[in-house]
């Protein structure tokens, strides 16, 4: 009897390209991998429209969605329009309450809107909303999984990551995190499965982690 194909979907963080899953292996034919990408945002359109015209992307059913970061932010609202066999983000947030202090203050005071992101083109600046201050320090190495650096979907998404209101947890979701991420620190995150010297960044640098326990937690019920 043929074995069932799972499809697994993944989105890469705010402004990152596919490339960051780069060493992502799964077991074949078991699994068959997808990658998702940004595309540009319409005017004013609310993170849940995106995740709609994002979905039109999946050609499977009740497929997994794995998302990082920002992009983990994204697959919970793109599995409010879509069944999916199973929820997983990286180095992101499930709920208001776990955004960092200082994303609460910048929407409160609406600060959000002063980031210069009239600098996106500077790649220095869109790789530390895409992978944390200490990213800049080896930022050649990093240029290659940058994808976008327009302004306008900079500021979408920064205004979409602070202003994220969600309350209610999805069911079954799985939160993967890195007891060092610089960008949502580990101190505001609940119930999660924790990697001991995680980065913001470790889907890229602690690849075999995933590769090795991934498909295992997605074949759990």
């Keep these: 009897m043929a074995t069932e194909t799972i499809h697994v979907y993944f989105m890469p963080g705010m402004a990152a390209s596919p490339k960051i899953f780069e060493y992502i292996k ?27 015209r994002i979905c039109e992307h999946i050609e499977f ?43 609460l203050i910048a929407k409160a005071t609406m600060a959000y809107k002063l980031v210069p992101t009239q600098l996106a083109s500077k790649i220095d600046v869109v790789a530390k909303y895409a992978f944390g201050n200490n990213v800049t320090k080896r930022l ?53 499965i924790i990697i001991k010297g995680g980065t913001h960044i470790m889907i890229i640098n602690k690849y075999k982690w995933f590769n090795e326990n991934l498909p295992q937690i997605i074949l759990e019920a």
Excluded at 27 to 37: A, D, I, S, T, V
Excluded at 147 to 166: G, P, R, T
Excluded at 173 to 178: M, Y
Excluded at 180 to 186: A, E, L, Q, T
């Design 26 to 52: 799964f077991p074949e034919p078991q699994f068959k991998l997808h990658f998702l990408e940004w595309i540009m945002p319409e005017r004013e359109e609310s993170i849940n429209d995106y995740a709609l």
């Design 140 to 192: 050649d190495l990093y240029k290659k999984y940058l994808s976008v650096n327009d302004s306008k979907y900079l500021s979408w998404a920064i205004e979409q990551m602070v202003c994220w209101s969600q309350t209610i947890v999805p069911e079954g979701l799985v939160h993967i995190h890195g007891d060092n991420d610089s960008v949502f620190p580990i101190k505001n995150i609940k119930n999660c």
């Design 61 to 103: 059913d009740n497929v997994v969605l794995v998302g990082v970061s920002f992009g983990g932010v994204l697959v919970q609202e793109m599995s409010k329009h879509i069944s999916v066999r199973k929820l997983i983000i990286v180095s992101s947030v499930k709920q208001q309450n776990e955004i960092p202090r200082q994303m």
